[in-house]
């Protein structure tokens, strides 16, 4: 063991770490980013647990649209059925046990690539080939088992937990709190996948502060947020947020003049909202995008990545300028984000690394540490 290495379990860290008082908080223990172990416990108590987001509902229009993924180790798909309604299903076929569908796409039916086994976009047994001489077959038998999910504020959740309380009731504080943004109907502009070489919680701990704008995002949005006047209220127990005030000459963040449902400061007010695990949400009232995070490895993050518009600005006349606008300023941002957050995880990877004492504007970074250690070891 190194020199500069720690002998102590990063569970048990981290409880040590959110032990103390705000005013006396560190950032996490670099254990909670590099161990095996806890990224374990994280895939085993967080995400095969709680509600996953993997995107809008927009973004899955017609029937037969779906995204296939991975959660917590098991192949999954998403699919609205021919009754418009989304559905989440196993993405493995009841026959030989393959992998159904890859990435996204639109299928009248999901066909086995494998012996041809065909199923409805609701997940029973349409056809199989060949089976007749089988007297044990009965096709009304076979059916893909069903996952939760749901729609909620124009965002679809899917959960490996079938136990798991409603969405609606589990964020309630968010719908009361964002209510005249009308999320619900913010159209969807784009969508990709990426992955990153960073650990998911840098990532998401780096949407949770402003403290990196000025800096990290000088040649950008640095400048157009108000950062001293950065409020960071206490989190609650199923997400954190804070808020910035936009200046007016960035007008795709402010309301559109035709938004007659804000009033005052709430025109120019931006939410930045993490809801526990990984669905972190840049929310103004012209705009939106979002960051859905899950890890692949301690060094490695796959992204669901999308943005768009409020329903002014996404009827407006210049609806396609506003996207492209949006599109090259959010991808220098990304740029300028992921090379920070991978510098920060081959920093925090190094010997020399130790936590350092948070800033006032930091508050959510805490808030995120004191989730993580309430849910990080939870009876199996």
């Known amino acids: 063991m190194s020199l500069f290495e720690t002998s ?19 950032a996490m223990p670099k254990s909670v980013y590099t161990s095996e172990l806890f990224l374990d416990k994280e895939i085993r108590n ?7 987001c993997v995107g809008r509902t927009d973004g899955l229009p017609n029937p037969g649209d779906y995204l296939a993924l991975e959660l917590a180790g098991q192949p999954i798909m998403v699919v609205r059925d021919h009754k418009g309604k989304l559905r989440a299903q ?3 076929c009841r026959h030989r046990m393959s992998v159904l569908l890859e990435g996204r796409g639109n299928r009248r039916t999901i066909v086995c690539p494998y012996h041809g086994w065909t199923y409805g976009l609701d997940g029973r047994l349409r056809g199989a080939p060949a089976m007749t001489h089988n007297k044990g077959f009965d096709r009304s038998l076979y059916r893909l088992p069903q996952i939760r999910c749901e ?8 959960s490996l937990n079938s136990e798991i309380e409603r969405a609606t009731q589990r964020f309630s504080a968010i719908e009361t709190m964002v209510e005249d943004y ?13 992955e990153w070489n960073t650990n998911w919680k840098v990532l998401a701990e780096n949407f949770m502060e402003s403290y990196h704008l000025p800096v990290c995002h000088a040649a950008t949005i640095g400048g157009l947020s108000k950062v001293d006047d950065v409020t960071c209220p206490a989190g609650h127990e199923r997400f954190n947020y804070h808020t910035l005030q936009k200046e007016e000459s960035f007008t795709l963040s402010i309301a559109h003049s035709n938004n007659r449902r804000m009033q005052g400061e709430r025109r120019l007010t931006t939410y930045l909202l993490s809801i526990y695990p990984s669905l972190m949400i840049t929310l103004t009232p012209g705009y939106f995008w979002y960051l859905s995070l899950y890890p692949l490895a301690t060094g490695r993050v796959r992204i669901y990545y999308g943005g768009g518009f409020s329903r002014d600005f996404a009827e407006d006349s210049d609806s396609e300028h506003h996207v492209a606008e ?16 991978e510098r920060v995880y081959s920093g925090l990877s190094s010997d020399f690394a130790t936590p350092g004492h948070l800033s006032h504007l930091e508050r959510p970074n805490f808030e995120f540490a004191r989730y993580l250690s309430r849910r990080i070891d939870q009876p199996e």
Request: some cysteine; proline content about 3%; charged content about 30%.
């Open 8 to 26: 102590e379990d990063p569970v048990q860290e981290l409880h040590q770490n959110v032990a103390r008082p705000f005013e006396r908080a560190t």
């Open 46 to 52: 967080i995400f095969a647990r709680e509600w996953f």
């Open 90 to 92: 196993a993405n493995v």
């Open 151 to 158: 729609e909620w504020l124009g965002w679809i959740l899917v």
């Open 182 to 194: 009308d999320m619900v109907s913010y159209k969807q502009a784009f969508f990709e996948t990426w």
């Open 326 to 341: 949006l599109r090259q300023l959010l991808d220098e941002v990304n740029a300028e984000d992921r090379k920070c957050t």
